[in-house]
């Protein structure tokens, strides 16, 4: 139900920006991308069913989207989890909102060691974070780094996937995701997960479609915020 009220306020927005403000048919489009990125993002991180809490005390930047942290230990196999000491700190520092120090943290561990794969991931989202949801150079070289040391893993794609979103670059996260799952084996660590958020994606493709040509969004395709 939350989700069907989510997307009636997007449309019922888009349609007294347009009739009520005057706004220039030239700019619809504009208007149709700032909707659709927020329809993405609550689409793959909302949590509707979480109780409210007060905001934390102490912190130097905003909390994450999402517990990126969480995230990518269930992305990856145990054997695949780095072995530096310093990326637990890193994790504690991110979970704290400290992304720049976590960073340089894992900066030194992939330094190091550049063939350690969950610190490239990690550093890639800490720099992500640290750039209040930017894709920059240095965090899109991190994702590289790791997959180009495991070609066919979902994890740094993921991520990538994610910061593409964020900066409303959806059919490209689309591409990256969906060429992922294809070169991924049935039982890769995380299909399930890559999975969701795709299909969770796609449909916020349709409904920003369906709204681009003036007709109601559909309902059918709306994803399950109560899933994982």
């Given at each position: 139900m939350s989700w069907l009220i989510v997307i009636a306020l997007a449309a019922l927005a888009f349609a007294a920006?347009?009739?009520?403000?005057?706004?220039?048919?030239a700019l619809w489009s504009s208007l149709l991308a700032a909707l659709a990125v927020g329809l993405?993002?609550?689409s793959l991180q909302a949590s509707p069913g979480l109780p409210s809490a007060p905001k934390a005390q102490g912190?130097?930047?905003?909390?994450?989207l999402f517990d990126v942290v969480e995230v990518r230990r269930e992305l990856l196999a145990s054997?695949?989890?780095?072995?530096?000491?310093?990326?637990?700190?890193?994790?504690?520092?991110?979970?704290?909102?400290?992304y720049q120090p976590a960073a340089q943290l894992l900066a030194s561990v992939t330094r190091d060691n550049p063939e350690?794969?969950?610190a490239w991931i990690a550093e890639g989202s800490?720099?992500?974070?640290?750039?209040?949801?930017?894709l920059t150079v240095p965090a899109l070289y991190a994702?590289?780094?790791a997959a180009e040391l495991k070609p066919k893993h979902l994890a740094p794609n993921y991520f990538l996937g994610v910061a593409l979103i964020r900066q409303g670059?959806?059919?490209?996260?689309?591409?990256?995701?969906?060429?992922?799952?294809?070169?991924?084996?049935?039982?890769?660590?995380?299909?399930?997960?890559?999975?969701?958020?795709?299909?969770?994606?796609?449909?916020?493709?349709?409904?920003?479609?369906?709204?681009?040509e003036g007709a109601p969004p559909p309902t059918a395709v709306a994803p399950d915020p109560s899933g994982p």
């Amino acid at each position: 139900m939350s989700w069907l009220i989510v997307i009636a306020l997007a449309a019922l927005a888009f349609a007294a920006t347009v009739f009520l403000f005057k706004l220039e048919k030239a700019l619809w489009s504009s208007l149709l991308a700032a909707l659709a990125v927020g329809l993405a993002g609550y689409s793959l991180q909302a949590s509707p069913g979480l109780p409210s809490a007060p905001k934390a005390q102490g912190v130097n930047r905003a909390a994450p989207l999402f517990d990126v942290v969480e995230v990518r230990r269930e992305l990856l196999a145990s054997n695949e989890r780095s072995r530096a000491d310093f990326i637990v700190t890193a994790d504690a520092l991110v979970r704290e909102g400290r992304y720049q120090p976590a960073a340089q943290l894992l900066a030194s561990v992939t330094r190091d060691n550049p063939e350690d794969f969950e610190a490239w991931i990690a550093e890639g989202s800490a720099l992500v974070e640290h750039a209040d949801g930017i894709l920059t150079v240095p965090a899109l070289y991190a994702y590289r780094q790791a997959a180009e040391l495991k070609p066919k893993h979902l994890a740094p794609n993921y991520f990538l996937g994610v910061a593409l979103i964020r900066q409303g670059r959806m059919l490209e996260a689309r591409q990256v995701w969906g060429d992922s799952l294809a070169a991924a084996g049935e039982d890769a660590p995380g299909r399930a997960i890559v999975a969701q958020q795709l299909e969770r994606l796609d449909a916020m493709l349709a409904a920003v479609s369906q709204m681009e040509e003036g007709a109601p969004p559909p309902t059918a395709v709306a994803p399950d915020p109560s899933g994982p």
